[in-house]
C-alpha cells in the first residue's frame, strides 16, 4: 500500500500565521501568489471599486452557456477558490489574510453587476486583485463570468438576460 505524505506548511502574512496541510502544491502556489500580490493592498473589494461605465457595455458572448460555466468552474477551483472561497463567499483560505477581503460573488453588490464589469474586473485587477489579462485567455474570463454568475443561484436553470 502506497502511504501518502501530508505536509504542513506555515506562512506568516501580515501578522498572520497560516498553517495549511496539504499534500496539493496548487494550493500552496496559490498562496504564494496571493501572498507575491499583496504588495499594494486597495481594498476594491470592500470600498467602491466600480468598472467604468464603458464596460458594462461589452456583451458575454457565451451568455447562458452551460458548457462555458463548467469550463468556468474547473478554471474557479484552481484560480479562485483560494482566496473567494468554494462558494465564491470570499472566505477562502488565503483571503483570510487579505485586506481588502475578496469580494462576496453570491452579494446582492456583485449580482448587480453587469457581465462585462465583471469580466472588465477581472482582466484589469485592483490589488489584491490580481489582473487576468495575460494569464487567462477573453474565452477563460467569460468562463469564469458565467460560473460566478451560478454562485449562490438556487436553481442551476438560471438563465439571464443580456446586459
Not at 495549511?20 to 498562496?31: A, D, K, S
Request: glycine share 6%; net charge positive; hydrophobic share 40%.
Amino acid at each position: 500500500m502506497v502511504e501518502h505524505m501530508m505536509l504542513i506548511h506555515i506562512y506568516k502574512i501580515t501578522n498572520k500565521t497560516i498553517v495549511m496541510r496539504t499534500n496539493n502544491i496548487l494550493i500552496v502556489f496559490g498562496l504564494f501568489t496571493v501572498v507575491t500580490l499583496m504588495a499594494g493592498t486597495v481594498n476594491a473589494q470592500t470600498t467602491s471599486w466600480k468598472a467604468p461605465a464603458s464596460a458594462s457595455t461589452i456583451k458575454n458572448p457565451l451568455l447562458n452557456d452551460a458548457t462555458a460555466a463548467k469550463a468556468g468552474k474547473k478554471l474557479y477551483t484552481q484560480m479562485c477558490v483560494i482566496c473567494h472561497g468554494v462558494k465564491g463567499k470570499g472566505d477562502g483560505m488565503a483571503g483570510a489574510a487579505l485586506n481588502p477581503k475578496p469580494a462576496n460573488f453570491t452579494s446582492a453588490v456583485v449580482k448587480a453587476e453587469t457581465d462585462g464589469a465583471i469580466f472588465w474586473k477581472m482582466t484589469t485587477g485592483n490589488a489584491p486583485m490580481a489582473s487576468y489579462k495575460e494569464v487567462l485567455t477573453d474565452q477563460q474570463r467569460w468562463q469564469l463570468v458565467n460560473y460566478i454568475r451560478e454562485l449562490g443561484e438556487t436553481t442551476m436553470s438560471h438563465k439571464r438576460k443580456a446586459s
